[in-house]
């Protein structure tokens, strides 16, 4: 193998997911010619600890659900249940729903979406790019979002699709709604939203086999258009700082998420939209709204609103260092300018916005362990970022 190579992995998969497992001996490496990568450390220790936060993401085994239905002189586009892929995703499926609400429109173009988090406001931004007048109702506004608490990272199957049980149909959607999201947020880096491309580091004993990719496809990577799929630069011995033997490098966007919602929110009012503060309890208050044409983007809610017993939520937890502006890179972390987010987890099932502590102990804990590898000159034995992040990835 060339060693300037670059090896097609399948990549996009979340931040911190490791090359491990590999059954091939790997052949001997040769001497390196690229200079050794310059990466600022990460002070990672326990009074560098900020905050520790909490979010339920909305998740549906089936997939998200994106339909319209007819309650009675209304006409309600159901677009919610996303998991943890509503930043990465909601500009597609906001204009999938909103060409739906443009189908049924009619000619009265008020439309109503509830929910201000990622789904809502790309959903509001994409129906009045189609001429709607948009009120969002809604519960909470950011900062105090679900949105809010997500890691922040493009990652469109968000490790909680499966790749598996889905129609041909919803696989359809998901790849109409990826395309369109990839290409937007492409065109938002640089002004102001939050987003900007950005190196992540894996770790390796050996080098990856056929395995890897087989494994990556059972975990949702085959629902990924292929020019997508990042390639992972091979980096060998003398050509990283990191403990093990090889190194991979791929680029994607990271979107951070207290900057992000709050520009799409200024934006949206920008445009004209307005928001009401409002909560729902049953569809027959659906009733008493004006516009005829209702998105629904409620995530969690729409299991009470709209009786979906699929939905369930998935408790992610992330706790953050104090920033440091010169660390630019992924390492079993994401760097943002609101703190170093370490983390999270995914307890299925799991209803409580109340942290875990022992989880919070555990991720703190490797953090400074792996870390402090890394500026370790001859370190004698380092997980790979498969095994240290294995139990929150």
């Known amino acids: 193998m060339d060693r300037r190579s670059l090896l097609k992995t399948g990549g996009m998969a979340a931040v911190g997911l490791g090359l491990g497992g590999c059954a091939t001996r790997t052949p001997p490496a040769a001497r390196p010619s690229r200079p050794m990568l310059a990466l600022a450390p990460i002070r990672a220790s326990w009074d560098r600890v900020i905050r520790t936060t909490v979010g339920l993401r909305p998740h549906r085994p089936s997939g998200f659900m994106l339909r319209l239905e007819k309650l009675d002189a209304k006409t309600v586009v159901h677009n919610y ?23 049924a429109a009619s000619g009265d173009r008020r439309a109503a979406v509830l929910g201000s988090g990622a789904v809502g406001l790309a959903a509001t931004r994409q129906l009045q790019r189609r001429g709607f007048d948009v009120t969002i109702y809604t519960m909470a506004v950011p900062p105090d979002t679900t949105s809010n608490m997500a890691l922040g990272v493009f990652s469109p199957t968000s490790g909680l699709v499966s790749g598996r049980g889905f129609t041909p149909a919803w696989e359809a959607q998901f790849g109409r709604a990826i395309e369109i999201a ?27 086999t056929a395995q ?5 496809e059972r975990e949702g990577a085959r629902l990924m258009p292929a020019r997508m799929r990042a390639s992972r630069e091979i980096l060998y011995p003398g050509e990283h700082p990191f ?56 995530g969690l809610g729409a ?91």
């Not at 996303?82 to 909103?98: E, I, N, V």
């Not at 890897?212 to 990556?216: H, L, Q, S, W």
Request: with cysteine; proline share 6%.
């Open 81 to 103: 249940g996303h998991g943890g892929s509503g930043l990465s995703l909601s500009w597609g499926t906001g204009a999938l729903a909103a060409d739906l609400a443009l189908e």
């Open 243 to 298: 403990p093990t033997r090889f190194a991979s490098r791929r680029t994607s966007m990271k979107i951070e998420p207290s900057l992000y919602l709050e520009a799409m929110l200024r934006e949206a009012h920008l445009f004209g939209a307005r928001t009401v503060i409002r909560k729902f309890d049953t569809p027959r208050d659906l009733m008493t709204l004006d516009e005829s044409v209702i998105v629904n983007c409620t």
């Open 212 to 216: 890897t990719e087989a494994r990556f």
């Open 182 to 208: 990839y290409r937007q947020l492409q065109l938002l880096a640089g002004s102001g939203f939050g987003i900007t491309w950005m190196d992540s580091y894996g770790t390796m004993d050996e080098l990856p």
């Open 303 to 393: 299991s009470e609103l709209f009786g979906d017993e699929e939905l369930m939520p998935v408790k992610g937890q992330l706790t953050f260092l104090v920033p440091q502006p010169e660390v630019d890179y992924g390492y079993g972390c994401t760097p943002r300018s609101d703190g170093i987010a370490l983390g999270g987890t995914q307890q299925r099932g799991v209803w409580t916005l109340e942290p875990d502590d022992e989880a919070r102990q555990r991720i703190v804990t490797r953090a400074i362990e792996r870390f402090a590898w890394m500026r370790s000159p001859a370190p004698a034995v380092a997980p790979s970022v498969e095994t240290f992040f294995g139990e929150e990835s």
